[in-house]
Nanobody, 126 residues
Framework: QVQLVESGGGLVQAGGSLRLSCAASGRTFSTYAMGWFRQAPGKEREFVAAIRWTGGITYYADSVKGRFTISRDNAKNTVYLQMNNLKPDDTAVYYC???????????????????WGQGTQVAVSS
């Protein structure tokens, strides 16, 4: 099992930046990927970004490409989401997730992510 603790959310003006952190603990040896998802009021949870733990290959939703950067520190078992040029539409609760599954499900799908953080609120004002 893996425990995830998120931090770094808050209120920021449009065009500003935030960096989210997610520290993993417990049985992290088998982690295949970690990702960020978000859920805005009245909408389903959606994929934001993911990173393969070994190798560091990254994936992004089209809506955040060029603005968000996902990275990881293997030694610290921590994943980061650097968010630049934030827009009001980025307002959501952001969730960190970890995936052990190595099969054919797309890495953008939340289905095979086994562990989830508590979520951190990001609010972007106009």
């Amino acid at each position: 099992q893996v425990q995830l603790v998120e931090s770094g959310g808050g209120l920021v003006q449009a065009g500003g930046s935030l960096r989210l952190s997610c520290a993993a603990s417990g049985r992290t040896f088998s982690t295949y990927a970690m990702g960020w998802f978000r859920q805005a009021p009245g909408k389903e949870r959606e994929f934001v970004a993911a990173i393969r733990w070994t190798g560091g290959i990254t994936y992004y939703a089209d809506s955040v490409k060029g603005r968000f950067t996902i990275s990881r520190d293997n030694a610290k078992n921590t994943v980061y989401l650097q968010m630049n040029n934030l827009k009001p539409d980025d307002t959501a609760v952001y969730y960190c997730a970890a995936r052990d599954y190595r099969g054919s499900y797309p890495i953008q799908s939340e289905t095979r992510y086994d562990y989830w953080g508590q979520g951190t609120q990001v609010a972007v004002s106009s």
